[in-house]
């Protein structure tokens, strides 16, 4: 999924880092701008809701939440009043949601 993401936008010219984890996602935020955020909260290990809480907090970057299999209607509420601007159940039709990256 990170990989599909990356080359869509890559396509229409935008500059992409793509992370795998929190850990990475800190080391960037800490040393480059950034206009957008897609957290994916099928993160493994990882909470993405928690990532998601945790940089609305720390700034007010625009945050994408996708989920490649799933994502109920309880878990895009939480996802938006934790800070997130957006949601989507998948990005495997990245067409339909380039209005969202603008």
Not at 34 to 56: F, H, K, M, P, T
Not at 58 to 78: N, Q
Not at 94 to 99: D, E, L, Q, R, Y
């Amino acid at each position: 999924m990170r990989r599909l993401i990356a080359e869509y936008l890559t396509m229409h010219a935008l500059k992409v880092t793509a992370v795998h984890d929190s850990k990475q996602f800190d080391y960037v935020l800490s040393r480059e701008p950034v206009d957008l955020v897609v957290v994916d909260l099928n993160l493994g290990r990882e909470d993405g809701l928690a990532i998601v809480r945790n940089l609305a907090t720390k700034s007010d970057v625009p945050i994408i939440v996708i989920s490649g299999d799933r994502l109920d209607e309880a878990e895009k509420v939480v996802a938006l009043e934790l800070g997130a601007t957006d949601s989507f159940p998948s990005l495997s039709g990245c067409a339909n949601s380039w209005p969202a990256f603008e």
